[in-house]
């Protein structure tokens, strides 16, 4: 069966080091792989993209990585802050039967900053 | 910056009451997607729309959902008899479309729904 699997543990780290997320997956063939935050009460923001033929992604203190041999994704947060204490979720965009993308989404991980 | 609303932002409901969820998608998009997250849950994609019809669903969207875009701004998700499973965090997206690229989505701040 399709699986999408991140850590349901709460990650705790201290500010100003760097904080890396793991989304693995199983039984997908994605053709892109999104990254998005999730405050408490609000909807999913988006924070990178990457597809199947990059291997890295940057956009300022955010990394994303995508091995699609191991079928793994690591989302990076360099000098954290207890700002970016919230959920990051993975979303998988697999091709759907109607010819367009269909996104999955793992269940997330909890980040914790500690000043 | 633009941005994705909802309304409203929280509805109760009584089980086999029909409800509507609105939104306005950011203006200049042209694909636009519901989602729900019960609680404590995964969010999960129900129905995507590009160009006046439905683009995929997925096999929660049954025939007690419907969408429409009844002109050009806002988006609504129907639910026609609602049941008690139906309570959940409900959000709209929207995104550009470029040639059947995934595009970032972008979300509205969710309809939360109770259903009593």
């Known amino acids: 069966s399709q699986k999408i699997e991140q850590n349901s543990e709460a990650l705790n780290i201290q500010e100003g080091k760097t904080a890396t997320l793991t989304c693995n997956y199983t039984?997908?063939?994605?053709?892109?792989l999104q990254w998005y935050r999730q405050d408490p009460g609000r909807g999913p923001v988006f924070l990178l993209l990457?597809?199947?033929?990059?291997k890295e992604k940057r956009k300022e203190r955010l990394k994303v990585t995508f091995d699609t041999t191991l079928k793994q994704s690591l989302f990076h947060i360099t000098a954290s802050q207890p700002a970016d204490s919230a959920t990051y979720l993975c979303?998988?965009?697999?091709?759907?039967?109607?010819?367009?993308?269909?996104?999955?989404f793992g269940r997330g991980t909890s980040l914790i900053v500690h000043p | 910056e633009p941005e994705v609303t909802q309304t409203p932002s929280h509805q109760v409901t009584q089980m086999g009451q029909e409800v509507i969820l609105r939104c306005v998608p950011i203006?200049?998009?042209?694909?636009f997607y519901w989602y729900r997250q019960i609680l404590g849950q995964k969010v999960e994609f129900l129905v995507s729309?590009?160009?006046?019809?439905?683009?995929?669903k997925s096999e929660i969207f049954d025939d007690q959902f419907s969408v429409e875009r009844p002109d050009g701004s806002n988006f609504t998700l129907k639910i026609r008899s609602t049941k008690l499973e139906d309570s959940a965090m409900y959000f709209c997206?929207?995104?550009?479309?470029?040639?059947?690229?995934?595009?970032?989505?972008?979300f509205g701040p969710g309809t939360r729904l109770t259903v009593t």
């Open positions: 039984n997908y063939s994605p053709a892109y």
């Open positions: 979303a998988l965009d697999h091709h759907a039967s109607g010819g367009s993308y269909i996104p999955t």
């Open positions: 990457i597809r199947e033929n990059e």
């Open positions: 997206a929207s995104s550009e479309f470029t040639g059947g690229i995934s595009y970032e989505q972008y």
């Open positions: 729309f590009y160009n006046n019809e439905i683009s995929e």
């Open positions: 203006s200049n998009h042209l694909y």
